[in-house]
């Protein structure tokens, strides 16, 4: 895993659906890692290097694997800042995209406008 020169912060995210549901919500340019639903040592020190001095961010499904992997992101990583989709939505990759959009703005994250409506 290489760092994306200029990219200041990351967001953590799941999976490949997860990350191409918020990818065109953003409109910063921003890193978005996938952690494939696990998280190894070996991924998890590869994603620890790759994020040095950067702002993190995990945004993980609201159900047992992504509680599992928030706990895991506490523990390690205890920097990262966390955001929480409604638990009604369960899925990063379900959640409407405007619902997304409040969630990474709360951040300080710059988003396409659109998608507030």
Known sequence: MTMVEGMDKVIIVEGRSDKKRIENIIREPIEIICTNGTLSVAKLDEIIDATFDRDVYILVDSDDAGDKLRKQFRREFPEAEHLYIDRAYREVA???????????LSA???INTEFLV
Request: no cysteine; hydrophobic share 50%; aromatic share 0%.
């Open 94 to 104: 379900a959640a409407p995209r405007n619902h997304i959009a409040t969630v990474l």
């Open 108 to 110: 300080n994250i710059d």
